[in-house]
């Protein structure tokens, strides 16, 4: 019923920057943690960001500095994406948390960073 989509994907030159959407649909209930990952093809799914509700956010050691997570209401995220490397390049999962309920992920927005 809950369904996660996410936008704002593509294709960028390194340097650039890309602002990534997820917004929630059918939820009965606001994510208690909302958060992205990224996989590039023959690699694991990473913890890219992620942000609860209440307390601090995290983010991966390679992003730092670079990105910035950010939530404007519940079940609603964004990423910021700056100076983009060509190692950022992978599809990215937005996915939202219920603690104690389910877990929701997106279909993926592919970001290639590539001159």
């Known amino acids: 019923q809950v369904q996660l989509v996410e936008s704002g994907g593509g294709l960028v030159q390194p340097g650039g920057s890309l602002r990534l959407s997820c917004a929630a649909s059918g939820a009965i209930f606001s994510f208690n943690v909302m958060g992205w990952y990224r996989q590039a093809p023959g690699n694991k799914r990473e913890l890219v960001a992620s942000?609860?509700?209440?307390?601090?956010t995290t983010y991966a050691g390679s992003v730092k500095g670079r990105f910035t997570i950010s939530r404007d209401n519940k079940n609603t995220v964004y990423l910021q994406m700056n100076s983009l490397k060509p190692e950022d390049t992978a599809v990215y999962y937005c996915?939202?948390?219920?603690?104690?309920?389910?877990?929701?992920w997106g279909q993926g927005t592919q970001v290639t960073v590539s001159s």
């Open positions: 942000m609860p509700d209440s307390g601090p």
């Open positions: 996915k939202g948390t219920k603690w104690g309920t389910y877990d929701s």
